[in-house]
């Protein structure tokens, strides 16, 4: 015999309870990503961090081996191979000079450093990428025919602005300049210039006062073309060459604590103007930048600023070797001081 069949006692989802479940599940979901991306960026920073400490380290590692920091950069001479006083600059950086202590010893031996930095015979140094020198927060550029390597960070050239314009008061070579016959080239109050070297006797303002590295990373609507790139300093007009902002000025390998942090770039040239061209009182020599008249547009100079896509701030190495994030909203008083390194300045830690 059959035995009668039981009604089943379980029943589907109703379409009400089916869209509840859904609705929970976006709820977590919304609540779950900001969560997952805060993680990621912080792992992000954290790996920032120890790119600069590594930086930083190898500049020590440097300043044993040779007694000084790296030179920021090298100028033209009027014994260079061009055969014309300051057609150009030599541009080696601090960042090819610290190779051998980041264990690409045989990166910098492929470097002649007789020729300029951006010569066809040194496209083999300086197209290897240093994953050091890029911040994972940092867009990465395309590459296009000229091969160079992109770069996240920036020498710390202190208040006095001395790669756009040099320092002298008349054309090459002036007697009363600091390097005559090297264009006219100034180390400025910063730890990195042209031409010289600091030595840790001369940061007076103290090495965990005084910043080394910074990051220079580009903007988030950066052009394609908009890129850091680490084997040659220079600042050129980008107009011309199409793919940036109208009266572009970009600034390689260094950067200026004058203009604020993370200050957005300068799209229609009218700040740069007004900076070298328009204020002060010496008619466009680089100490004209730090007169009063001039800091409402030198403070928007984003080109030649200190930047990241960090929220909130930057990350900076000091010359002690410590890593700090410095927040954008930093007074520009302490963010100067920061800068230099004989200053004389009293900055307080809790300050920034």
């Given at each position: 015999m059959s035995k009668p069949r039981i009604a089943s006692s379980h029943r589907g989802f109703t379409l009400i309870e089916l869209l509840v479940v859904i609705a929970i599940i976006a709820v977590l979901i919304a609540l779950l990503l900001p969560a997952v991306q805060s993680a990621r960026e912080a792992a992000r920073r954290a790996q920032c961090v120890n790119n600069l400490k590594q930086i930083a380290l190898a500049c020590h590692n440097y300043e044993s081996s040779q007694g000084c920091f790296p030179m920021g950069n090298r100028y033209m001479d009027d014994t260079s191979y061009v055969g014309t006083a300051c057609a150009g600059w030599f541009g080696h950086s601090a960042f090819g000079l610290i190779l051998p202590f980041l264990e690409s010893g045989a990166q910098y031996n492929a470097i002649n450093f007789n020729f300029v930095a951006n010569s066809g015979r040194n496209t083999t140094g300086y197209f290897t990428l240093v994953s050091g020198y890029l911040c994972p927060s940092d867009i990465p550029a395309p590459v296009y025919t000229t091969p160079w390597a992109q770069c996240s960070y920036g020498m710390s050239r202190g208040t006095q602005e001395n790669i756009y314009e040099n320092w002298a008061a008349a054309s090459f070579p002036d007697p009363n300049a600091e390097q005559p016959k090297k264009c006219n080239a100034a180390l400025g109050n910063g730890m990195f210039g042209a031409e010289n070297s600091v030595k840790v006797q001369g940061v007076t303002d103290g090495t965990s006062n005084t910043t080394l590295f910074g990051e220079a990373s580009r903007w988030i609507d950066d052009p394609s073309k908009g890129t850091n790139w680490y084997h040659f300093t220079a600042v050129f007009g980008t107009t011309n060459i199409g793919g940036y902002y109208t009266g572009d000025i970009r600034v390689e390998t260094g950067a200026f604590t004058y203009p604020d942090i993370n200050a957005p770039p300068d799209r229609t040239g009218q700040y740069i103007n007004a900076v070298f061209c328009g204020c002060g009182t010496k008619n466009c020599i680089p100490s004209d930048w730090l007169d009063p008249t001039c800091l409402p547009a030198v403070r928007k100079l984003g080109q030649f600023a200190f930047r990241s896509l960090h929220p909130g701030g930057v990350n900076f190495a000091f010359a002690d070797g410590s890593v700090k994030f410095v927040k954008s909203s930093i007074n520009t008083?302490?963010?100067?001081?920061?800068?230099?390194?004989?200053?004389?300045?009293?900055?307080?830690?809790?300050s920034y």
């Open positions: 008083q302490t963010l100067m001081a920061l800068g230099t390194r004989s200053g004389g300045e009293v900055v307080s830690a809790d």
